[in-house]
């Protein structure tokens, strides 16, 4: 009977051994493998800033920064507010096309803005918020004030303003709503700015 309590013991004494071996071995498995997606984020970065349009570097930011968010908050941030600087020089493009007189419809189909402020409004809904209303491009700005475009151009169909402005408050909507599942705070604030509007 005594053998047998003393062989008990000693088998889970080996096993013991042998599961704290593993989970150090598992350890440096997982620190060698975040090294190297550091390595491989880093590798695109650097890559990334060799691409010609400042809308594709957008939306490569934001997605660098969506994988870095889980590792590093802070560097995950950086990389958006490059993606958004990015974006505001696509649109300063745009619109130096568009008083050269050149028609460029870069960004006026309005599908990369959404985009990059969904990939950014995963991880930090506060940060893509604000961005909304620092990137909003001038034709969706006038036409959620309603003021048409004076230029002579015919434009694609009547209803394209009502459009645009749909688009954009459902945008405005769905990163609001977001920001406040990420932060109950900030919904009450979000609420109490919603309701001194009326």
Known sequence: ???????????????????????????????????????????????GRELRLPENRAILLARLGVKVWDIDQKRGDDLFQDAITELLAAQAEVEAERLRGRQNDGLSNHS?????????????????????????????????????????????????DSYLAQNELNLEQTIARQAADQNPERAVALLQAVLKKG
């Open 112 to 160: 990369i803005r959404p985009q990059v402020l969904q990939m950014i409004a995963g991880r930090n809904a506060d940060l893509a918020l604000r961005s909304l209303f620092r990137t909003r491009p001038l034709v969706v700005e006038r036409a959620m004030s309603g003021i048409s475009a004076k230029d002579g151009k015919i434009r694609g169909s009547v209803g394209s």
């Open 1 to 47: 009977m005594r053998n047998r309590r003393w062989l008990a013991a000693a088998v889970v004494a080996i096993c013991c051994l042998g599961v704290f071996g593993q989970s150090t071995d598992d350890d440096e498995a997982a620190k060698e493998k975040l090294r190297r997606k550091e390595l491989l984020i880093e590798s695109i970065f650097s890559d």
